[in-house]
């Protein structure tokens, strides 16, 4: 009884002890009597499924069995499980699969084992075969991969990682064994910071065995980092992999090896050395570089003319290539076809030693001294650099004078210069040290100047090739054992003299040689070779004038070139014929641009031209092709596709008329029926005819080519459009100008000033809007007393008070201006000092208290702009703005404050010499008419007509030439200057009205005043208003058309124009 009484307690304690352990609603251990069911299972995995994959983690695996996707709907129940055991893993990888995609990892298919799972890094251990290395990875690592082209993940049987990469096109097979970490690559810049995976203690196999495998084995600490995949051949910081060498561990790379440092193998046959590396190449060659060098063992095809495969060394550092030479037309059979070239860049000391006869030839191209450089800052958005020695440099390669005037301008400019004097320049140097049969060495040293050699030359069985600077460039070479140019004594030969030498004898061994040591000939050096070479056969002419090369032409340019070399007068050969023509068949489409340099280069061979004619549509700069052709029937070819001639560019990049100058100059020399077919073929509406820069000169420059064929002249003015942005009316002005009175009232003045009287007649007489018999009459005679009028205006003397100021750009001189006022008498200048934004305030309170001066001239010399006259800034393409006071210029709104202050300014003359001059006086007259309430109005004489800009110092250069030392200067001194820049610029004159004739022909906005030589023009300017709180300011009329276009569409001119 005692002890049935102790049973029921123990039962009673022991069923309370349960009970706390397992409270209701929870998964609970089964009962050691009952087994545990799967239905069991099913029902606790519903209420908690982390607890139950965690407890049952095999009735978990038999729940996934059936639909491995269920673990995608809770991960972590799957990892609850197989972190019990890596057996679950491998036992459903189906399951793991999906469970990677959680994880944002994708595997094609896993077929190995794993040894070990980390549910918290996710890091695999894979199973591989007994006495390997296994192979560990985690999922950082897979993502990474995938990020830089890694594709078709899977875990081969062998426990080997393997992926797909597609490098610059082709699809590389990956396998990977070891261990595989991820470093982050710190940068300081954030968007150069990299992920990397880098794989030890293992092994890097890359390709198939259809197009070659690399294989690295990874032992004693050396490293293989996993580069993204090259998309393109110029990509960078791509390939395959960046293999780090530690001391005495080297690892064979392809069928070389890798001794020392770190190299990146980009592909098959490339790979980069990094600096303080070494490498034996596949010959047993060993090469040791102190800076960044590409080894490429690539052969090339043969006769294509190149040195290097175009993928292989185009490149921005050093190179190296073993590889067949391109100039096989020679080729020894029984010497070997390997060569070594050697391209060394940037301060690289490259050393290498090589066996004698391991190669046909070592060439080491040219080097070239390594100038450092210093940012000085951005110009247009492109950076600039000055170089120790001086020169400008900039990103974009491109030299234009304005661009490198302001970088030279630039406020770090100096401090830049300093900094870069005291960088070191690093010299580069290629040591090549031969290995001779008798185990003696020859050593040859190769810098920017002359080699230098140690040991015997003499016997060596490599031929050695390379070209040299000492003042020109000079060859230096070893062939068949024995020195042949500027090896020993002094350097006498020339790279042009060698070539053409061995080119006439036939010595075509040694003119491969030499062609191998070069990257490319300049114009000079081949007309020199051909100037010796005019006896050799097509087939050297052609390696010859292939070599040509000039980075800065375009592929056309340069064919277009090659022919010119061949020009009869250079050498007159069936084989330059014969050449000429294969060149002119490679160039295609030929570019109506460059007509006139392939009918020069094909001068006196007419078949040719007349083929080259037959594949242009148009001609676009007739004046080139006419110059050389010698028969009227080419030169009808000629004419009929010229419908559109072509603006030019001047030497600073500035637009031109010239290619319409000179087609008229050469229309001079042919048949008077040819001229008459030129000009009636000729568009009006393009080319030169449009371009708002252009389209003045070119329309005076072909009236006065009629100005003696006056019924040719009436047919042209008929067919021309109105340019009512210029006020010309064709017919208007034929009308005046085929009038009888006008050609007798004027038959003593040169074609420029009658243009000049017409013109205006015509714009007169459009302005009243009757044309008359007697209107025309009254017109012309009023005109022609204004320019006596105005012949007699003296704009300085003794008498006057001289006013100058200028741009704070040397190029607008105030001693110059200063020195015309003293020349033509004047005593009295203001200040010749006055430049530049400060010289602003002192300029406006001179003008406004000039008054008791008596007569008084004004002289601007600057940028202008419609509104302002710019003492700093304000070059042409940012001249424009709508703000009446800025520190930086002089606006008419200032302008014309101090003169109305001043008064009396029937006794002021203005000289504007900048762009847009017309157009600020315009703005001017408005202001002083319509807000001042001026009647009393200033003469004022403009450099350029509405809408337009000057060119350098065209006006003043005429002023200086026109003038007479010792005498005033006049108005009759500007006719003389309207003569000689007629055809560059149209000078005007304003004047005041002194008469009720003259008032009809006033501008409505100014009624005081009379232009002479300017077009009316409606448009204009409005009537100003008086804003409220700045009475002395308002917005002007809007410009014509044409000059806003200017503003919006020429940028460039802002740095092309000397003048703006």
Known sequence: MKNKLLFIIMFVLFASFVSAQCPEGQVCPPDQQQAYTYDQFQNDFANDPLVAAQNHPQEYMRYIKENPQAVAENPQAYENAVRQDVKYINQNKDAFLSYAQTKGVTFTSIDGDFTSFDTGTGRIETKVPSGQKPTSFSFDEIRTLDLNGGNNFRVNNNGE???????????????????????????ESLSDTTIDVIVTDGKVSIGEPSRGILNLELTGGNTAKLLPACKNYGDKNCGFVEVNVKQDTPIPIWRGVLLKGKATIRDRGSIDLHGESRYQTPIGTKIEVSKLTRFTNFNIVSGTGRDFNLNDCLVEYSCIQEATSSYTKWRNPDVPETNLKVIAEDGNQIKIDAQDSAYRSVVVKEIDEVVPRVLVGEIDGVKGYVAKNGYIEFDDGQWRTGRERKLREHPNYESARNEVSKIPTEETKVDLNIKKQDGSTARIVFSRDRPISQGKLAGLKTDIGHVFKYGGRHPWMIYNGQPSANTKGEVSEELPTSIAKFATEKRGAELSLLFDSIDSLDSYETRDILEGSKTVDVDTLRLIVDKYDEVYKTAEEKQVQRMDFLHKSNIDSPAAQQLQREILDKIGTLKPELMGNILYATEGRESMQKEALSRVDEIRFPADALKRVESDELRKTIIQKTKTVNTGRSILGEPTASPMKDYLSELERIDPELQKLAMDNLDFRS??????????????????????????????????????????????????????????????????????????????????????????????????????????????????????????????????????????????????????????????????????????????????????????????????????????????????????????????????????????????????????????????????????????????????????????????????????????????????????????????????????????????????????????????????????????????????????
């Open 161 to 187: 990682l393997t992926y797909d990469l597609e490098n610059r096109g082709n699809v590389e097979k990956v396998k990977l064994r070891g261990k595989l970490e991820t470093k982050v690559n710190v940068q």
């Open 687 to 1060: 080319g030169v005819f449009s371009n708002p820069y252009t389209k003045g000169e070119a329309l005076r420059r072909t009236l006065a080519f009629h100005e003696k064929k006056p019924e040719q002249m009436k047919v042209l003015l008929d067919r021309m459009p109105t340019q009512s942005d210029m006020g010309f009316n064709p017919v208007g002005f034929s009308t005046i100008y085929f009038n009888d009175e006008f050609q007798e009232k004027t038959k003593g003045l040169d074609f420029a000033n009658r243009y000049s009287i017409a013109y205006t007649a015509q714009r007169y007489l459009d302005q009243r809007g009757t044309w008359l018999p007697d209107d025309r009459s009254k017109a012309i005679d009023l005109i022609i007393q204004q320019r006596a009028r105005f012949s007699n205006h003296v704009i300085l003397d003794e008498n006057t008070y001289y006013i100058p100021i200028t741009h704070e750009e040397r190029q607008f001189d105030n001693s110059r201006m200063v020195q015309l006022a003293r020349d033509s008498g004047v005593k009295d200048v203001a200040d010749q000092s006055m430049k530049g934004a400060g010289a602003k305030g002192k300029f406006l309170e001179t003008v406004r208290t000039s008054k008791d001066k008596g007569k008084t001239t004004v002289h601007f010399s600057n940028h202008g702009g419609p509104n302002h006259q710019w003492l700093s800034q304000g070059q042409a393409g940012v001249e424009t703005s709508d703000q009446m006071r800025r520190p930086e210029a002089i606006s008419y709104v200032e302008f014309g404050d101090a003169l109305a202050e001043r008064g009396n300014l029937g006794e002021v003359t203005v000289m504007v010499d900048s762009c847009y001059s017309k157009d600020f006086t315009d703005n001017l007259y408005h202001y002083l008419h319509t807000v001042k309430g001026v009647r009393d109005m200033p003469t004022v004489i403009t450099e350029t007509n509405r809408g337009q800009l000057g060119f350098g110092n065209v006006f003043i250069e005429a002023v200086e030439r026109s003038h007479e030392k010792g005498k005033p200067l006049t108005g009759a001194d500007m006719y003389k200057v309207d003569s000689q820049t007629f055809f560059n610029q149209d000078l005007t004159v304003t004047m005041p009205v002194t008469s009720e004739e003259e008032a009809k022909y006033s501008k409505p906005e100014t009624p005081g005043v009379i232009d002479m030589g300017s077009p009316y023009d409606e448009g204009a300017a409005e009537p100003p208003r008086k804003p409220k709180g700045e009475p002395s300011e308002y917005r002007p009329g809007e410009l014509p058309t044409t000059v806003i276009e200017i503003a919006q569409n020429e940028q460039e001119m802002e740095e092309l124009l000397a003048v703006g």
